[in-house]
């Protein structure tokens, strides 16, 4: 900003000085040079600050990619830089080519640069935003940085230590670690109660990156199946 409003004081200085210089050049053809000055100069200025600050597209990882996945992925990739899995395999279903649920789809939640969440359901939406219906489970993914909670931190969030009476229900599977796919070290949130139950976790780092799995109420062996799943679909 400094920049242009000293570029802006440059070029009124010479605009003047170029009309004191040369009185046959009217004023008003000066004063159009100086704002045709300004205009190119702003535009190169916007056009430099839209490459600093868009990401870079995100690589996908994902080997199997349902054929209603596709359009909501290519979205995703334009907007974080976060690698993108996916899981080939979802909670009680039997394979990939034979699901329980046909026709789930994803909606894009959050995403920035640096993480993204996903929700897997059946939807109406004609965008990647809006419109879940029949929840069927969730990813996201982050860069670690010194300030990603830990998964033991998010754990004691979600299950609010020492609060028993603000969530009077609780999976009966304790948290734990969990040997994943490839030899990658998880960690089990399971769900709370209350009101509704929240979602079982599996939480994740691979190469600098944050993942987790999760569904509404969800045991551990399904959400240790869904975390292989999407480990497995990858190079």
Not at 34 to 58: C, G, M, N, R
Not at 85 to 92: D, H, N, Q
Not at 98 to 106: C, Q, T
Not at 167 to 196: C, M, N, T, W
Request: overall charge neutral; proline content about 5%.
């Amino acid at each position: 900003m400094k920049r242009f409003a000293v570029k802006i004081l440059c070029l009124i200085t010479i605009g003047v000085f170029l009309v004191s210089c040369n009185p046959v050049e009217s004023f008003s053809q000066t004063i159009a040079q100086i704002f045709t000055s300004i205009k190119s100069f702003d535009s190169q200025l916007v056009a430099s600050h839209l490459t600093a600050t868009s990401p870079k597209e995100a690589k996908v990882l994902a080997i199997q990619i349902r054929p209603k996945f596709k359009k909501c992925v290519d979205e995703l990739k334009k907007i974080t830089s976060v690698p993108i899995i996916l899981p080939a395999l979802f909670p009680y279903e039997v394979d990939i080519e034979h699901p329980i649920n046909p026709d789930l789809s994803i909606l894009i939640g959050n995403a920035t640069d640096s993480n993204y969440s996903l929700t897997f359901g059946i939807t109406t939406a004609k965008n990647c935003f809006h419109g879940v219906i029949g929840r069927g489970g969730k990813l996201t993914g982050e860069k670690i940085t010194s300030t990603t909670k830990t998964a033991i931190q998010i754990y004691e969030e979600l299950h609010g230590i020492g609060d028993s009476e603000f969530h009077p229900y609780k999976s009966p599977e304790q948290a734990s670690y969990v040997l994943l796919a490839r030899d990658i070290e998880g960690y089990f949130i399971p769900f709370i109660g209350g009101a509704s139950a929240s979602d079982s976790l599996i939480v994740w780092d691979q190469n600098g990156y944050r993942y987790s799995v999760g569904f509404k109420a969800g045991r551990l062996n399904k959400l240790v199946e869904m975390a292989n799943s999407t480990i497995e679909n990858q190079p």
